[in-house]
Every structure is written in structure tokens, then in C-alpha cells.
T-cell receptor, first 112, second 112 residues
Framework: AQSVTQPDIHITVSEGASLELRCNYS??????LFWYVQSPGQGLQLLLK??????LVQGIKGFEAEFKRSQSSFNLRKPSVHWSDAAEYFC??????????FGTGTLLAVQP | EPEVTQTPSHQVTQMGQEVILRCVPI?????FYWYRQILGQKVEFLVS????????KSEIFDDQFSVERPDGSNFTLKIRSTKLEDSAMYFC??????????FGSGTRLTVV
């Protein structure tokens, strides 16, 4: 079955610290992978996406993600977190159709 | 930057009533979608729409749901007889091709 797992429901990091949000997927075909961010009361904003090619993808706001096929993972990273990064982060997978399957999200809190 | 606009931002309706959620996709986009997010749960795909017909729908999208693109600019989701469990945030999205999604900021539907 197609699914996305985000094992961390809630993460707290200090401002300026590095961040890694985990995402594992299960998908029968070649996956298209996405990270979205949702601030309170806001819609879903695309941070980055992976379709093919270089397995390290750069996104907006200084985020990057690495696709590791052997681990079925697509973890999101940022070297130095800012207070404005506090939000909920969703990993999603898609494929032959245009339907996205989302993970349950990771809520990021940033301590001053 | 072009936006997907959803109205209203919050709607309260009585159980059994019909509700129409409205979306104005980005003008040159060809693919349209509805997703929903029940409070505290993951974002779930409802339906995709292309070339004036449904291209895919989920199990959630039963006979109580319908979509329409009545005038070439709006894209609506109708729930015929709302149930308490329909309470959720509903997101509209559009794209030029399959994966260039832009999400709206959502309509919070509360069924009482």
C-alpha cells in the first residue's frame, strides 16, 4: 500500500540549531516526493520536490532534502533554524497519477 | 505571485444542510483538486478534475460530494447533506501540469 510515515509528531529545536525531519515512504513505482510547510491558518506551501536526477534537492527558505532509495527516505534538513520556521511540515508522495499522499506531519517548535 | 483563492475561510453549517465551497484556481492552470484535513489528522486527497471531468476520486468522495467548474474560473465542491464527520479544513489546489501544485489557504468547515 502507498503510504508516508513521519515518525516525529513534534520536534523542538533551538534557534540557530540544525534540523532534520524524517520521512519514509512506501510506493510501488518510482516516487515523486515533496515537502510542504503549513503555518497556522495558512495553506500548504511547497518547500521542495524530487522527481529524478540529483538526489539532493534544494528548496526555498534554505531547506534541502535528500532522496535515499535504499532507505525509502526523503528527509528534510536545514543547517540553521530561524524562529519563523516554526510550523507544521508535511512530506508527500505521488506517482503515475497526480494524487498526493501525505504523511501525518511534524510540528516544529523553535526555542529562542 | 498568482494565488488560489478559497471562500469562505470559515463556514459553519447545520448537519444535513448542503454546503458549497468555492475556489478560484490560477487562471492558466488546467488541473484542479480538493483535499481535506480533519483536525489533527493528515491531509487527504478527495478528487482531481481535468478537462471538465473527474479524473480520480478517493473512497471519501462518495455520492454526497460533487465538483463543478461552472464558469471557467470557479471550481466548487458541494457536500449535499453534511455530517458531523465532514468537519475539516478543505483545500483547493490547481496546477498547469500534473505536479506544479498551488494550494489555497483552505476553508474550515464546521458542521454542528
Amino acid at each position: 500500500a502507498q503510504s508516508v510515515t513521519q515518525p516525529d509528531i513534534h520536534i523542538t529545536v533551538s534557534e540557530g540549531a540544525s534540523l532534520e525531519l524524517r520521512c519514509n515512504y512506501s510506493y510501488g513505482a518510482t516516487p515523486y516526493l515533496f515537502w510542504y510547510v503549513q503555518s497556522p491558518g495558512q495553506g500548504l506551501q511547497l518547500l521542495l520536490k524530487y522527481f529524478s536526477g540529483d538526489t539532493l534537492v534544494q528548496g526555498i527558505k534554505g531547506f534541502e532534502a535528500e532522496f535515499k532509495r535504499s532507505q525509502s527516505s526523503f528527509n528534510l534538513r536545514k543547517p540553521s533554524v530561524h524562529w519563523s520556521d516554526a510550523a507544521e511540515y508535511f512530506c508527500a508522495v505521488g506517482g503515475a497519477t497526480n494524487k498526493l499522499i501525505f504523511g501525518t506531519g511534524t510540528l516544529l517548535a523553535v526555542q529562542p | 505571485e498568482p494565488e488560489v483563492t478559497q471562500t469562505p475561510s470559515h463556514q459553519v453549517t447545520q448537519m444535513g444542510q448542503e454546503v458549497i465551497l468555492r475556489c478560484v484556481p490560477i487562471s492558466n492552470h488546467l488541473y484542479f483538486y480538493w483535499y481535506r484535513q480533519i483536525l489533527g489528522q493528515k491531509v487527504e486527497f478527495l478528487v482531481s478534475f481535468y478537462n471538465n471531468e473527474i479524473s480520480e476520486k478517493s473512497e471519501i468522495f462518495d455520492d454526497q460530494f460533487s465538483v463543478e467548474r461552472p464558469d471557467g474560473s470557479n471550481f466548487t465542491l458541494k457536500i449535499r447533506s453534511t455530517k458531523l464527520e465532514d468537519s475539516a479544513m478543505y483545500f483547493c489546489a490547481s496546477s498547469t501540469e500534473g505536479w506544479g501544485y498551488t494550494f489555497g489557504s483552505g476553508t474550515r468547515l464546521t458542521v454542528v
